[in-house]
C-alpha cells in the first residue's frame, strides 16, 4: 500500500484541520490505519488508529479533540483536529498494517508526512 498525506496547514490555536490519507496499492479495508507525529525536537508518537473493523484507540493528550475515521470506498484514512493547540505542532504521519504485519507488530508502510503548525 502506497500512502498519501495531505491537509496540513497553520492554523489559530483552538482551530481546526483535517487530514487525509489516501491509499493506493493493496486492499485498503484489510489494513489497520492510523496517525503518528513527531514534534519538533521530539521522538515519534502514536496519535489515533482505526482497524480494519473500524475500533478506534486515541492517544490520551487528543481524546475527546481528534476523531479517526475511514473511507473504505474511497481508501482513504482521515484525521478530523479539533481544538488545536500549540503542542499539536508537529509532522503528521499516516501508516497502513496489513493482517500479517499486524501479527508481528510493524507498520506495513508510511506517508510523507504533512506539517501541521499551531500558533498562540
Known amino acids: 500500500?502506497?500512502?498519501?498525506?495531505?491537509?496540513?496547514?497553520?492554523?489559530?490555536?483552538?482551530?481546526?484541520?483535517?487530514?487525509?490519507?489516501?491509499?493506493?496499492?493493496?486492499i485498503f479495508s484489510d489494513n489497520n490505519m492510523g496517525w503518528y507525529r513527531q514534534?519538533?525536537?521530539?521522538?515519534?508518537?502514536?496519535?489515533?488508529?482505526?482497524?480494519?473493523d473500524g475500533t478506534t484507540d486515541y492517544a490520551d493528550f487528543v481524546k475527546g479533540r481528534f476523531a479517526i475515521s475511514r473511507d473504505n470506498t474511497k481508501n482513504t484514512v482521515y484525521l478530523q483536529m479539533n481544538t488545536l493547540k500549540p503542542e499539536d505542532t508537529a509532522i503528521y504521519?499516516?501508516?497502513?498494517?496489513?493482517?500479517?504485519?499486524?501479527?508481528?507488530?510493524?507498520?506495513?508502510?508510511?506517508?510523507?508526512?504533512?506539517?501541521?503548525?499551531v500558533s498562540s
Open 93 to 117: 504521519y499516516c501508516y497502513a498494517q496489513s493482517p500479517w504485519a499486524a501479527m508481528i507488530g510493524i507498520k506495513t508502510s508510511w506517508g510523507q508526512g504533512t506539517l501541521v503548525t
Open 1 to 26: 500500500v502506497q500512502l498519501q498525506a495531505s491537509g496540513g496547514g497553520l492554523v489559530q490555536a483552538g482551530g481546526s484541520l483535517r487530514l487525509s490519507c489516501a491509499a493506493s496499492g493493496g
Open 39 to 52: 514534534p519538533p525536537g521530539k521522538q515519534r508518537e502514536l496519535v489515533a488508529a482505526i482497524g480494519s
